[in-house]
């Protein structure tokens, strides 16, 4: 095998996996010869800080050179969070630490190419897709090991009254048009390590944490911290991730308004604004269209994930809307293909019939040619069009997608569900984030109600249109002459609603065109700050409304940010007065500010494409450059690079068992921008003769409180390197002395870093009495036998056992398929079964239903969901709320309520 260096032109096959790959020469004449082989992944280490509804994130993975030859050009391919800003990437290879710095994208690969060719140690970092990037590592001596590390700070998702944190583990198969080609690699998940994975969440919320728990992965949580406070990691039998990995992490008040302001170190500011209203909206008429993958990668559970949805979906729909059905894969078909059929017991009978049918048997993905068969359809006088995408997202194409889907974002609303545990988030976010919908993920196993019935809800009601924020900025600024005021014009003083209250409490019946466009208010033009995104995102209730804005030094931050929304009733706002508490200084707001900065460059939607308009490619490219270099992310104009000067030294190989205890001390240098809330070095007591590890080195002292408290302080801690690790020449047993050393070394790291979290001075941090929880308890020295023995470990909210039997769930998905569109249930035995009655009981029908049994039994359906499904509310309100207006078309209310009583006691 002849190892070399790979052409920046060389692109990898479809056959690679994520990870460390080297390009070599299989020796004969052809480009077929031409492979990629792995780079053995020795382990890797996750560690995640999670404050309020943002997470920094420290990924270290660790390969070993196992061959005779120096590999050149090391290729690292890495799945991230679509919205995460990666903003850290450092490479320690024999104790010694390159830190990348951040160039023009071209520029950047230059750099590494000359540095290779040089004989020098480089690394580049760069952005192949906004999840997916690729890492080349040049100059990989023999018997050398690389500790790779990515850095990256996100905000998450709310999901009802939990924050959603993803970490991706793999790079999903990709399905190509014949017409294009993509040079990133198509399958694959992270290679199993030989000592597996370490992941540990440090999370710190505003209020009392309520709930830890996984939906992907079994995990154990230590809950005794404090009330706001909990550490979760994996448990130790899942030492492998083939899938995502979720965590929902619920806490009281997830729904109350904040307006932060982070103070820079060069004195600028970046304040967020975050809410997650609850709303009461009347519904208008919709046409809903439901496109579904059948592709061959929605094989199996996928596919059997996208038909329990789709039932749920049929029979959640009013009873005055029309729907169709798309199936697509390389091809297309329609249920109706006439068009949209209005909602009634014939439509609803053929979609049943339909969807139960479904299989994975329409070949590729090509996802573009049925959106333009639905979105360039005529629309229905009156209704509203509303998509549901189900996919698992795997094609290449995804940027021509959401460009298309933004053109129609005028006369539809798309709403997307990435099925599986390796959906596209690039394509599933973009869709909805272009189309003016919401995006939601399902993994295997999980839940799909609450879900598809939050999605279908959103549809239902009006969107808030015109939504936009005045930041009340003063107008002076120093020391340069006043600059013209910063408040964005309003067309009228609105009634404004105190952020003491419910959020948007005052939109209680809103009524009106569901997409009556108004072209985005201009909020930067001419003024002293920067809003990202430019076009402020759509309202719905129960998602998180999120938005960012830069200011530079010597401007003031604002006094005050009011949220506009347009309905038939006038404008009505919110206000966001700060409080002291919401002032802190940090990095990470900077930070996500300026990634959403990128990807509205990026998108075509900034304040550089006003009303539309194309901007000039050169200018935008320099402003994303600009963006990426200042605040030091990578992106599609901007990467990583790191060059080091080599010694092209030989290590000994040893070709016996391979065992890398890599040093404790890798916690607190992947945490060291962490601030006053990142991890000490692992004390001298804790570090026995037989492990090699790093020297102790004295904690960095406290910042001035990092983001609410916890991370990026305004002066960074002294950097830290690991120090080389010899490769284990030991028997078996003891390798696992020195690996049970290793694990007490982190549980005490770990340990001091959340003493650290409780102890610290967090003088200006925002939520400052929030992060201040008791201290733990002290605990007496035991001897570790797994990774995290100083805490008091138990199963993250782990379900109770099912009881023999029907579960919940399915009883209602059983109740739901006897519901007919108008809302009426059929009197079956099999419904008397579900519920658990004999069929006698919904044959007689009190006089208070005028002796019709469909009504009585209707009202049992609804007296048995709140009697015997009250946990299950959020699944059934649609299929309620149906079942009682129609009840209402044949009998008044107070015989309704009569009945109710009636029924209540059969339960």
Sequence with gaps: MRVHRRSSMTTMPSAVLSGLYIFVDGGGSSSNSEQFQPVPLQRTRVLAKLVDFCVEVAVVQTYINLTLQTMEDTVFVFPLDERAAVCGFEVTIDGKTTVGEVQEKQQAEQTYVQAVARGDSAQLLEQKRADVFQMRVGNLQPGQQADIKITYVADMKIEEDAVRLLVPTSVAPRYHPWTESDPIPRTGSLASAAEGLDLQVVCIMPSKVTRVQSPSHSVVADMTLGPRMCVARLDRGATHLDKDFVLLVAFEEPHRPRLAIEKGADGSHACMITLAPKLRLDEVPAEFVFVVDRSGSMGGKKMEQAVAALQLFLRSLPADCYFNIVSFGDRFSLLFSGGSHKNGSESLRAATKDVSSMTANYGGTEILKPLKAVLEAPLIKNYERQVFLLTDGQVSNTAEVIKYVESKS??????????????????????????????????????????????????????????????????????????????????????????????????????????????????????????????????????????????????????????????????????????????????????????????????????????????????????????????????????????????????????????????????????????????????????????????AAAPPPPGRGGFFGGFGSAAAAPKKKMSAVPMSMSSSGSSRRKESARMQCEAE????????????????????????????????????????????????????????????????????????????????????????????????????????????????????????????????????????????TKVDAAALAEATTAAEAVF
């Design 410 to 695: 005028k006369t539809a609303r798309c709403f997307t569900l990435g099925l599986g545990d390796d959906a596209s988030h690039e394509l599933v976010e973009g869709i909805a984030r272009a189309g003016r919908g919401l995006a939601d993920f399902a993994l295997i196993g999980e839940r799909l109600e609450t879900k598809v019935l939050k999605q279908l809800e959103c549809a239902m009601q009006p969107s808030l249109r015109d939504v936009y924020v005045d930041w009340t900025v003063p107008e002076q600024r120093a020391p340069e002459p006043p600059k013209p005021a910063a408040t964005a014009e309003a067309p009228s003083v609105p009634p404004v609603v105190s952020s003491g209250g419910g959020v948007f409490d005052a939109f209680k019946s809103v009524t009106g065109s569901l997409l009556n466009y108004v072209s985005p208010r201009p909020t930067q033009a001419g003024k002293l700050f920067v809003q990202a995104p430019h076009n402020v995102p759509p309202v719905f209730s129960g998602s998180r409304f999120l938005i960012y804005c830069l200011l530079p030094a010597g401007v003031a931050p604002p006094t005050k940010a009011v949220v506009h929304a347009h309905t038939p009733d006038g404008v009505l706002a919110v206000e966001l007065v700060p409080t002291p508490a919401d002032f802190f200084e940090g990095k990470v707001l900077h930070t996500l500010a300026a990634r959403e900065l990128i990807r509205d460059l990026e998108e075509g939607r900034s304040f550089m494409h006003k009303d539309g308009a194309a901007a000039h490619e050169s200018a935008v490219k320099a402003e994303i450059v600009r963006l990426g270099v200042t605040y030091k992310l990578t992106s599609s104009q901007t990467s990583f690079v790191a060059v080091e000067p080599g010694t092209k030294t030989v290590v000994p190989l040893y070709y016996g068992p391979v065992v890398f205890a890599a040093p404790a001390v890798v916690y607190a240098s992947s945490m060291h921008s962490f601030g006053a809330g990142g991890m000490p070095p692992p004390s001298a007591a804790c570090r026995p003769a037989s492990f090699a590890c790093s020297a």
């Design 749 to 888: 790291e770990c340990k001091m870093a959340v003493d650290d979290e409780e102890d610290a001075d967090m003088g200006g941090a925002l939520f400052d009495s929030l992060c201040a929880a008791p201290s733990a308890p002290a605990s007496s020295a035991v001897p570790a036998s797994n990774l995290f023995d100083a805490f008091t470990f138990a199963p993250a909210s782990a379900p109770a056992p099912a009881p023999a039997g029907e579960s919940p769930s399915s009883k209602l998905a059983s109740i739901a398929m006897e519901q007919d569109f108008d809302g009426s249930f059929t009197v079956s035995p099999k419904l008397a079964k579900t519920m658990g009655v004999e069929m006698s009981v919904l044959e007689k029908a009190p006089a208070c239903c005028k002796g019709d049994k469909t009504v009585w039994t209707a009202v049992l359906v609804l007296a048995f969901f709140s009697k015997r499904l009250a946990s299950l509310q959020d699944d059934w309100t649609l299929l309620a709320k149906k079942a009682r207006k129609w009840i209402l």
